[in-house]
């Protein structure tokens, strides 16, 4: 069947397809202990399944996780074969969550990635007409004391047989050789990535990475180490610190001198002014492709200048746990973005959001079918990989349907919260919190926030919350230097763009003190994301924190600040 069609066929029928998915999961997996465990063995209706299996975060299976990773073959969780871990860039009690991926997952991805095809060809958009310039970068993986391979969701796609097997496809769809992609050393992939696709730009008809954050990377790469690759454009060479056997093979294939690319290159950037960098480089794309929801959205304006505007898509919404929903208005403006989660691929139930000052009304549980306009809820997954009723902790809001199928906005994690007293600053909130910041203070002055993460410190009395920023210049100035008292009034619109029950304990129960903004050194972020890699993380699947709670990043964050403003007086507020 046509992937559109299908497409149809499920967002027509999505209870049926969902009923038919958990029978199917729970048949399959029968015979495990966990469905055993729970009485469920043999019983594959929504009621049994309900009663009887209780909701689940990654601490409560742990246990089960660490024994199939220390060898125990038994069919603990699924009965289908295990293929590897995911290794999500979410943690758990310290350590890196491992999710089992199991046979037919692969399948399940790639009728998504089909299904974005499909999609981007009806829009006349798909690579037809050109090639895409895709940053994307596996990394090392590691094995489990029992030999099983843990690999980041990238990782497992680019190195799964459903990849290599058309990876000769790729090459004729996309610029960056596959052993560029393959080379787990950050800067000869990225390096290699850029020249494959400097050398072919004028075909270069979309620019992606999986996350907006990606993306930014590779432009500041080139802001780097443009004149190096303008050497080799000119000369057909490869840069000697190109030391992978593979990768200079690959682009040395590709290569011939091409004086007048490398001046075209050199000219562009060497003038010193990044706006529109991405059209002047390659002027025949026609969008970029990065998810750019969620925590990613901070870096849209950012996109949007150094691509004068070009149309930002986000096409996935899903993680180590389930590959879950697409956007199928690709073009939609970011902030309107919507996932339509496709009722074949896993169970879906939601959880709804019980508000501050609904605390008394408990949290219900209801099918995809049956969510309502409007409302936030938590996602919760049952998996074909043997998670059932598994909390992902992300919190998702609907926005609309198609067809049947409702269509969902990411609105934050929810696990990402600020809170030294009764109230709870959800990322989301200090996100708008500190857009507004940034629209009444800094714009004004041509800065922006670059990055941004915070902290709720206890260790003063009273606790009060810490904002770190790293700030960038909207122009191409280079400098940039803010008056404290500025800074001073950032801290004020954060305040007040804060909710109700912030607000009352900074002012009425004075358990809160002075919001304090902390200016760290440019490079700084990098550096927390250079950890975050050294400790495990990838960097194609890397999202910076919003709220950090580890020591060691506080450290990296204190070591580089610059300069600290606090709060002049208390918000508003009025009981
Ligand atoms: P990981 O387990 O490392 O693959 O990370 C998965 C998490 O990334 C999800 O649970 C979300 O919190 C976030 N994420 C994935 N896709 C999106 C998206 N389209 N928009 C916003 N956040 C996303």
Redesign the pocket.
């Known amino acids: 069947m046509e992937m559109l069609e299908l497409m149809e066929e499920m967002t027509n029928n999505v209870d049926g397809e969902q009923e038919k998915v958990l029978a199917d999961i729970l048949f399959l997996n029968a015979h495990t202990e966990y469905l055993q465990r729970h009485g469920l063995a043999g019983k594959t209706d929504r009621e049994s399944f309900q009663t009887k299996l209780p909701l689940v975060t990654y601490e409560d299976i742990r246990p089960d996780i660490h024994r199939i990773a220390n060898g125990d073959r038994s069919p603990i969780l699924s009965a289908l074969p295990l293929s590897h871990f995911?290794?999500?860039?979410?943690t758990s009690g310290g350590e890196k969550?491992m999710?089992p991926l199991v046979e037919g997952d692969r399948d399940r991805a790639e009728m998504v990635l089909r299904i974005i095809g499909s999609l981007m060809n009806r829009h006349g958009s798909g690579l037809k007409q050109g090639k895409a310039l895709n940053f994307v970068h596996v990394r090392k993986e590691w094995e489990t004391s029992a030999g099983i391979a843990v690999r980041?969701?990238i990782t497992s796609w680019y190195k799964s047989s459903h990849f290599l097997s058309k990876h000769h496809l790729y090459s004729t769809t996309h610029t960056s050789p596959v052993a560029s992609i393959h080379c787990t050393d950050m800067f000869q992939s990225m390096y290699a990535q850029l020249l494959a696709g400097l050398a072919d730009r004028l075909s270069v008809v979309q620019l992606g990475a999986t996350?907006a954050l990606g993306l930014l990377q590779a432009i500041r790469f080139l802001e780097r180490h443009y004149q190096d690759l303008a050497t080799d454009l000119e000369k057909g060479t490869v840069d000697p610190r190109i030391t992978n056997e593979e990768v200079r093979a690959a682009l040395e294939t590709r290569l011939v001198p091409d004086p007048e690319n490398a001046a075209h290159i050199k000219e562009e950037c060497g003038r010193g002014q990044w706006k529109g960098i991405i059209r002047r480089i390659w002027p025949n794309a026609q969008y970029l492709a990065a998810?750019?929801?969620?925590?990613?959205s901070p870096y849209v304006p950012v996109l949007e200048f150094y691509s004068d505007g070009l149309p930002l898509v986000?096409?996935?919404?899903?993680?180590?746990?389930c590959f879950s929903?697409i956007?199928l208005n690709p073009f939609s403006k970011p902030e309107d973005?919507a996932?339509t989660l496709l009722p074949n691929l896993a169970y879906f139930e939601f959880l709804t959001v019980v508000l501050p000052d609904n605390c008394r009304q408990p949290a219900e549980l209801v099918s995809l079918a049956d969510v309502q306009m409007g409302k936030e809820y938590e996602i919760v997954v049952t998996t074909y990989s043997g998670l059932y009723r598994y909390r992902?902790?992300?919190i998702l809001r609907v926005v609309g349907f198609y067809n049947k199928a409702p269509q969902f906005k990411?609105v934050c994690?929810g696990d990402a919260v600020l809170s030294l007293d009764i109230e709870k600053t959800s990322e989301a909130d200090l996100q708008k919190a500190v857009a507004a910041a940034e629209t009444a203070h800094l714009i004004p002055h041509n800065m922006r926030v670059a990055e941004f993460t915070s902290y709720a410190d206890a260790t003063t009395i009273p606790g009060h919350y810490v904002i770190y920023w790293e700030l960038s210049p909207t122009t191409d100035q280079t400098e940039g230097f803010l008056a404290d008292y500025v800074m001073e009034q950032c801290c004020v619109v954060i305040e007040e763009s804060l909710d109700v029950s912030y607000k009352e304990m900074r002012v009425y129960d004075r358990s809160i003190g002075p919001l304090e903004i902390k200016v760290v050194k440019n490079g700084t972020f990098d550096r927390l994301m250079d950890f975050a890699v050294s400790s495990g993380a990838?960097v194609s699947?890397y999202?910076p924190p919003r709220c950090v709670k580890s020591a060691s990043i506080l450290h990296i964050l204190d070591a580089a600040v610059v300069s600290a403003h606090f709060s002049p007086g208390p918000p508003s507020w009025s009981k």
């Open positions: 995911l290794c999500s860039s979410g969550k999710l980041s969701v996350f998810t750019a929801t969620g925590s990613m986000s096409l996935l919404y899903g993680s180590s746990e929903g956007n973005v996932y992902v902790g992300d990411f994690r990838s699947q999202k």
